[in-house]
């Protein structure tokens, strides 16, 4: 078994007309063997429940941005892959970063038969939460991570985050809840 480097992004970062282009082709994607065929024209790309993987090894043949993608979208996939990472994962769930603009977010569309879907995409970049261990509430919580020095930027650059959490408070293994400014809980492993 190998392991690879990957990095999270968030879908608010994508500029709207290639998020809608990505959500039209995994939304009428065919599957071959139970594995969505996503037939995008440059980019290797795999579906998944929140978002999007893809896969960067293209920008070895591609290092400078090719003409169908946005400066934008290219920014998010060239430091991705500065960063050392194999795959970029877009993930409506993932909060936006300061780092990168945040673009409007899509809002739900028609389907054939009148209702309304959600994009396979759909983020919300206004949303704020605050992260608790699920049993006693407290925020003294952390995760396992990765970090790589960046030489341009002079600091640590963080790569990966783990799902391993645990509670400063408990001293043991934590399940981590996500909890929106005056909302629900979202359980995170």
Partial sequence: MRRFPVCACSTAHLPRAEHDAID?????????SGRIIVDHPIL???AHQYGFWVHLGFMDDWPERPD?????????LADARKAGANWLSF???EPPSDRFPVFAAVQEE????????????AAS???????RCSACGSAEVMRDAW???DDDAQEWV???????????VCEKDATLSEQPLGGSQHKHP
């Fill in 24 to 32: 039209l082709l995994i939304r009428h994607a065919p599957r071959r």
């Fill in 44 to 46: 290797s790309i795999e």
């Fill in 68 to 76: 169908g993608l946005s400066p934008e979208f290219w920014a998010l």
């Fill in 91 to 93: 993930d409506r769930d």
């Fill in 110 to 121: 028609r389907d054939p038969t009148g209702g309304t879907v959600e994009s396979v995409n």
């Fill in 125 to 131: 970049p206004a949303a704020r939460i605050t992260i």
């Fill in 147 to 149: 970090a790589r020095w």
């Fill in 158 to 168: 963080l790569g990966a985050v783990f799902d391993a959490a645990f509670c400063e």
